[in-house]
């Protein structure tokens, strides 16, 4: 009972108390102790905390945690790969690699992330209509499983477990290192295309149409919008620029590389929070006619352009003591309906939202429970608070199922074992790869016992 | 495991005919909820069927306040079957004339028994599964009653006191551990209980209790007072002088 730490995601929603392993993860000796040990509650595998539920909480169980040093990766220039101890940030890593040449295959929205989560995740960023999710870009990974035996797994070497790992959400087995992809890149600035569009039928046929042009492309929708304005979002697309194209003072040092936090959140805000309807609503308007109406070509850091949130840190403070949630779903391509019906639910409903995301993804890998697959992927805040909620959730929910959609673990807080069954119909393959390589059950998160995850 | 909206998967109302407890589990209920537990001493008068909803199981089941050296085997037996507990209310409990106890110290005993003893170690062995299992919520019906106690029912209501003093004694106590205690201070509240006593003012009714009590879970408070005015009501009332307390109208 000593030594329990009270853990939430990041959307600071059901926390629960587990004891906290740390360990590096060349420490295999210490690691196999703790993973043959596990008590009756089981553990899961935890990163930065980044997802929004709770995939990374294990109540009256172990969390475990790999503390590692991003100067033990090791970057092969020719075959340009990098072999990456599982506990290592995509922050560390950035600044180990962008100055050599390389970017990540894969970023999301923040680069507080660890290579052990975004295999688990499968996450995905804006150029996965082009380069496919984080597990496409893996080439083979060491693990450690139930029993602390150490195997080396890849889609030639146990396929299934490679597969089941990659999307897993930890239930698998301990991600130890992995060797993944990286993209050379000439600078670390990106050219970036920026149009205000004003409808969804015109953001969707614009990114239908030119997506295949960009690297990266994603719409920054403003989910309050309304009527004519439904959709009305500013299209952001992007290539990693050339030396040509920076500035002459830029190219003297092309691949400079200077992330930086410019304020913190204290944690000292309101109860309820500092978001709401009329907080949110000037936000977007701002935000939106603050956009050029069309700009190309203007060149962007890595932050800026990636990771613009990380710049204010724990900006997740500002939803107050209730937290919120993030709602991410999928429905296929020829599924628009459905997209437009969610977006104008979400409008009407008038919850305060922002920062909405919208994307177009491409072709999905072979991994059974990994989120994306060809459609449109849309995601909302939405504070905790917010008035009929559930009800909402459950609405899109069932919009989202019908149309053949899903949700994303990552994302998840609220949805339930059925709709996952409904949404991820490759369930039973998963569980019973998982069952060959956990079958007592030392694996579990209070994700997996919300969602039955493990059956 | 409650998901991030504060919805529960599995409700157990010990006191499974009381009609707070039964408002209260009524109103938890969402599409993420699989199971409610009612257990009680008459598990044939649940009537189970009020409270079933389409995808969540209704189960009645035995259970006995006085059986102190059961509790923590009915506890555990309640997770081997349901899994988790993500709430549990307390809501068993007994009234009486005080004028009849006044001479029936059996019924006095049998009265603490029940509303003190039986809810302090049935709270404790949920407490400990709480800890096994890194969260839950203990909802606890305590009641004005045990605010300032008066003479017109002073056991019943130091039953009630000691239970609120226990409760937030307890909840202090599982601070850090993922558990919480919320104290529910009801006024009077119109039931089968209280049916033909005379109101006292600031009277409430079961769905008034649940709707404050649900609202007091998601906003993870620790007392929550039904009606809201008897708060500074009782704040003014608990230091009024003795002379003046016991010649106050209240029965």
Not at chain 2, 218 to 245: D, E, I, K, Q, Y
Request: hydrophobic content about 40%; proline content about 6%.
């Amino acid at each position: 009972m000593t030594g329990r730490t009270l853990l939430t995601g990041w959307g600071r929603t059901a926390p629960s108390a587990a004891e906290v392993i740390v360990h590096s993860s060349r420490n295999t000796a210490a690691l196999a102790g703790s993973v043959t040990s596990m008590p009756p509650r089981g553990g899961i595998p935890r990163g930065l905390g980044r997802s929004y539920g709770d995939p990374a909480q294990n109540g009256g169980g172990v969390v475990l945690r790999l503390q590692d040093d991003a100067d033990e990766t090791v970057v092969d220039r020719t075959s340009a790969t990098a072999t990456v101890p599982a506990g290592v940030s995509l922050d560390d890593l950035l600044d180990v690699i962008v100055p050599s040449g390389f970017f990540v295959p894969v970023t999301p929205g923040t680069r507080f992330v660890t290579i052990g989560g975004a295999i688990a995740s499968d996450i995905h960023g804006k150029n996965h209509h082009v380069d496919g999710s984080f597990g496409s870009n893996v080439l083979r990974m060491s693990m450690m499983l139930a029993d602390g035996s150490v195997v080396e797994t890849s889609p030639g070497e146990r396929p299934e477990l490679f597969w089941a790992t990659i999307g897993g959400m930890g239930l698998t087995g301990l991600v130890l290192d992995a060797t993944i992809r990286l993209l050379p890149i000439e600078t670390s600035q990106l050219a970036v295309d920026t149009d205000r569009v004003p409808d969804l039928d015109t953001l969707l046929t614009t990114m239908e149409e030119s997506d295949r042009y960009f690297r990266y492309s994603v719409a920054w929708i403003d989910p309050m919008a309304r009527g004519a304005h439904l959709g009305r979002s500013v299209l952001t697309r992007a290539e990693h620029a050339t030396v040509d194209q920076l500035l002459p003072r830029d190219a003297v040092e092309p691949l400079a590389y200077a992330p930086g936090q410019r304020l913190r959140v204290p944690p000292i805000v309101p109860a309820r929070g500092v978001i709401n309807h009329w907080t949110i609503k000037a936000f977007n308007e701002i935000w939106y006619r603050k956009s050029p109406r069309r700009a190309v070509g203007r060149i962007h850091s890595i932050p800026a352009f990636f990771h613009p949130l990380d710049m204010v840190g724990a900006w997740n403070r500002l939803y107050g003591r209730i937290g919120f949630l993030q709602y991410q779903l999928l429905v296929p391509f020829g599924q628009e309906a459905a997209l437009r019906e969610v977006l104008e639910r979400l409008a009407a409903s008038g919850a305060p939202s922002f920062l909405s995301v919208l994307k177009r993804f491409g072709s999905a890998n072979p991994a059974p429970l990994s989120f994306p697959a060809p459609g449109w992927t849309l995601t909302v805040d939405v504070p905790g608070a917010t008035r009929g909620l559930s009800a909402l959730f459950h609405t899109l929910d069932a919009l989202v199922l019908d149309a053949g959609g899903r949700h994303y673990f990552a994302k998840d807080g609220h949805t339930t074992p059925a709709a996952i069954e409904r949404g991820y119909p490759r369930l039973t393959e998963w569980r019973a790869t998982r069952d060959t390589v956990d079958p007592g059950g030392a694996w579990a998160s209070d994700l997996s016992r919300r969602l039955r995850l493990t059956g | 495991m409650e998901n991030a909206l504060g919805e529960a998967q599995t409700i157990v109302v010990l006191g499974g005919t009381s009609e707070i407890g039964r408002a209260i589990a009524d109103r938890l209920v969402t599409p993420s909820t699989r199971t409610v537990v009612l257990a009680g001493r008459r598990p044939t008068e649940m009537r189970v069927e009020e409270l079933e909803e389409p995808g969540v199981v209704v189960v009645a089941t035995p259970f006995d306040a006085t059986d102190v050296a059961g509790h923590d085997a009915f506890v555990r037996r309640l997770v081997v079957d349901h899994g988790d507990l993500d709430v549990v209310v307390v809501a068993f409990g007994e009234l009486a004339d005080q004028a009849e106890l006044d001479h029936d110290v059996e019924r006095a005993a049998a009265l603490i028994a029940v509303n003190y003893t039986g809810a302090v170690t049935v709270s404790l062995a949920v407490a400990a599964q709480f800890r096994r299992q890194g969260h839950g919520k203990l909802v606890v019906l305590s009641s004005v009653a045990g605010e300032r106690v008066r003479k017109g029912n002073f056991v019943y209501g130091s039953s009630k006191a000691g239970l609120d003093g226990f409760a937030q004694g307890l909840g202090d106590s599982l601070a850090g551990t993922g558990a919480s205690v919320l104290v529910v201070r009801p006024g009077f509240v119109h039931s089968r209980m209280t049916e033909g006593m005379k109101a006292a003012p600031f009277a409430t009714t079961p769905s008034k209790v649940a709707a404050a009590t649900v609202k007091a879970l998601r906003r993870g408070s620790r007392t929550v007072w039904v009606p809201g005015t008897l708060r500074p009501v009782f704040s003014v009332f608990r230091h009024l002088p003795g002379a003046v307390w016991r010649r106050l109208p209240l029965g």
